[in-house]
């Protein structure tokens, strides 16, 4: 999360964030990506923001909060390949996966 506030000592546990935060700056800095190739920050940006998106999606699975996210990740997964960058990490096993108790 330091990565993200530019805070050490900062988490999530100290702010509320919405995971739709996360995910529509992830969707704007690949549109800005798609527009200019040349900006890779946008791609390191992406990167970043997953590892938040992966801790909240964990504490509060949602299905199709998943697939958007599967399909973030793909296209973040295109873009790095294209310019020669390493792919985000995968998603954690299990990841956004619903169970419901009966």
């Known amino acids: 999360m330091s990565t993200v506030t ?7 546990m100290q702010r509320p964030f919405f995971i739709f935060w996360f995910m529509s700056q992830i969707s704007r800095a690949l549109t800005l990506w798609d527009c200019d190739n040349t ?3 946008a791609l ?4 970043a ?7 909240l999606n964990a504490l509060w699975p949602c299905e199709e909060i998943r697939r958007k996210v ?6 973040l997964k295109r873009a ?8 985000p990490s ?13």
């Open 6 to 12: 530019g805070h050490a000592t900062h988490t999530l």
């Open 39 to 41: 900006l890779t920050l």
């Open 44 to 47: 390191d940006v992406c990167t």
């Open 49 to 55: 923001f997953f590892k938040p998106i992966d801790y």
């Open 70 to 75: 599967v399909k973030l990740r793909e296209q």
């Open 80 to 87: 790095c390949r294209s310019t020669g960058r390493a792919p």
């Open 90 to 102: 995968p998603a954690p096993a299990g990841f956004g996966a619903v169970e419901y108790h009966r």
